[in-house]
């Protein structure tokens, strides 16, 4: 675990666990977006001042950015997990059946913080909504990528566009994510997902 000593503000020295504290920061920003979280809200919650936080973690942009790192590795996350299912059929399952889990878990914030930040974002936040749309363009390659190769495995018929169907996936994710955040249960989320995989192409 790794420990960063900083200055309060009466001079004396402060110690603090960084991946905690960017959990704290995550958790905010999953909840309030990135514009609807200011720096007062990251340090009264992180515990920390601002010259700590320039320290540890850059500015708001970068801190926003690292909290998006960890996001996508905690235990639960589900999308690049998937890609290593044997199957098509199997990437997509997983991916829907864990994004129904996740996103509608009451232990956390509902729905994707990447999709909520990205929608909420204004002109002002441009450099952290281009990042995050990135972001969800390496993801649809990815899957792309995957579906071109169970094509090649004789797994996904030729026919189908991988390109489309990829799109396809992540709008329903995204689409997943919005109703999360509106108050929908796994349960709904899962009959979406059920749904879409009853009319997945197989060979």
């Known amino acids: 675990m790794t420990t960063t ?4 503000c009466s001079g004396r020295p402060r110690e603090f666990c960084k991946e905690e504290a ?3 920061a ?4 999953w909840r309030n977006g990135y514009e609807g979280t200011s720096l007062a809200d990251l340090t009264k919650a992180m515990g920390i001042n601002k010259p700590s936080l320039y320290a540890a973690f850059g500015n708001k942009e970068q801190l926003f950015l690292q909290t998006i790192d960890l996001y996508e590795k905690l235990p639960d996350a589900y999308f ?3 890609l290593k299912q044997p199957t098509a059929y199997q990437v997509v399952e997983t991916m829907l059946r864990g994004a129904a889990d996740r996103m509608a878990n009451a232990e956390h914030p509902q729905g994707c913080v990447v999709v909520q930040s990205a929608l909420s974002c204004s002109d002002a936040s441009a450099a952290v909504r ?8 390496q993801g649809q390659q990815a899957l792309q990528q995957r579906f071109e190769q169970a094509q090649e495995a004789g797994d996904l ?7 489309t169907l990829s799109h396809y996936i992540g709008t329903v994710l995204q689409g997943m994510s919005v ?3 509106n108050g929908a249960s796994t349960a709904e989320l899962c ?6 995989l009853a009319n997945f192409p197989r060979q």
Do not use: H
Not at 26 to 29: C, N, P, Q, V
């Open 191 to 196: 009959a979406v997902a059920e749904m879409v």
């Open 157 to 163: 018929p030729q026919q189908v566009d991988a390109c």
């Open 5 to 8: 000593t900083s200055a309060t």
């Open 179 to 181: 109703q999360a955040n």
């Open 26 to 29: 995550l958790e905010l920003f």
């Open 22 to 24: 960017l959990g704290k």
């Open 80 to 82: 690049y997990p998937a």
């Open 130 to 137: 281009a990042a995050l749309i990135e972001r969800r363009q």
